[in-house]
Every structure is written in C-alpha cells, then in structure tokens.
C-alpha cells in the first residue's frame, strides 16, 4: 500500500475543515475526466483524488489534465486498495469529509450534497447512497438484485436497521470514519464488510436515496455469470468479519488509527 506515486501539490497542507472527493478508477479513460469535471463544477468545495488503480490506459494523465491529483498503484489492488489509499491520503492531509465516487460515471456528482445534508442532519459518521431506498428507477440484473436483497436482509439483522442498498459504494464519512477506513479497510468486496465495520466500531450510518446510472464507458469487473461466486465471497467476508477482532473506540471516541504505524 505503501508503493504509490502521488502526484499532488498540497498533499502535506492541514485542511481538517475541508471535503475531498475520493474517485478509485481502473481503465476508466473514457470517463475519468467527465466524473473529475462534474464533481468540480457540482460540488465546487470537494477536492478530487483518483486513485488509478494500476490502470493500463491513460487514466492518471486524463485525471491530472481534468484537475484532479492523481494517486498511481504500481498494480492493481482491488477497490477496496484503492479506497484504502484514498482514505490514508484524507487523513495525513487532515480532510474532516470524504465521498467515494465511482470513476466509471455510475454515481452522480450532484448527488453529493444530498449525502452531505443528510450528514449535517442526523449527525451520522457515514451517510450511504441507496438505489432502492426510494423508486430511482435504477434496474440491476435478476442475479444482482437477489444476492443484493439477500446482504441486505443479512446486514439490516446484524446492525439492528435497515439497509437497503448493502452494495453501494457512493458514501460520504466524517472524520472519524476517514480514520477508521484508513487504518483497516476490506479488500476484496469490500461494501458489504465495510457496513459491519461501522456497525463494530458504534459508528452511526444513514442510507438518503439517490439517482445511479448506468456506467458511461467500458464493463464491470462483475459480470452476470460471476454474481453467485460473488455472493458467496461476500457471505464468508460476513461470517470472517462477524468474528474478526478489531479495536474497539470508546463511545465518543474518534477511532483509534493515529497511533498506527504507516498511516
């Protein structure tokens, strides 16, 4: 994780009041710099990484050239590498806000500020964007949508509310959640285990309703004829991460990743 070139001009300048806009991408040249461009013009008050995932195209270059800094894996991690780096960036540069956005165009950036409000209002560590919580009509694929309602009975048992949306990666987290993410975050699929990790830790977490699309350019690394084999994997990252020890705060504590060492 530590293998990284960064390519920023602030990455040391404290900026605790400030939100940064976290985009994991993966060949995603053909969209990198619409996602880098509408979050800039939405939300002009988030500054945007991409964490280029050991991509083999273009995509840091197009990223830079739309203005975002730009973190390059040497090779590909997963999103939950990504995501990791993007989080360890938040907290050494002091962000007090972080929202992962997709970089290949599935999220929309002007759905930000509802995630931002929703925060602001229930005073939760992480507010979700779920496709199903209201009719957005967002349609994924019949093995999709089962393995999805499955998590989602799961986890809605396990943290005692309802989750509607348990594969949802577009998430905004306050500060303490940067730290917890940045000290410990799943690699595989990592959005399912991610919630059980909220939920371990006694943070607090809101699903808000938001629009989806479908992606702009390219494929998802998961295909229909590899959800049962996903689903499976995330079931045993539920089972693993139910038993799986992990420090604790104490109630009104920040999460304990400060005295981590390489953070």
Known sequence: MDAVQVHSNLIDEPRISRKLAIVPAYNEEGTIQWVVRSIRSQCPDFDVLVVDDGSTDATARHAAEAGADV????????????MQSGFRHAFRCGYGTAVQVDGDGQHDPEE????VAAMAS???DMAAGSRFLEDSGYRAPLGRRIGIRLFSVVLSAICGQRITDPTSGFRLCNRRAIELFARDYPHDYPEVEAILMVHAH????????????????????????????YMIKVFLAIIVGLFRRRPVPEAGAEAPVTAERGI
């Open 71 to 82: 973190i390059v894996h040497p090779f590909n991690l997963g999103i939950g590498g990504a």
């Open 112 to 115: 930000i500020l509802n995630l």
């Open 122 to 124: 229930n005073g939760v």
């Open 202 to 229: 006694r943070l607090r977490m809101k699903e808000v309703p938001v629009r989806m699309h479908p992606r702009r350019d390219g494929r998802s690394s998961i295909t229909s004829g590899e959800s049962i084999y």
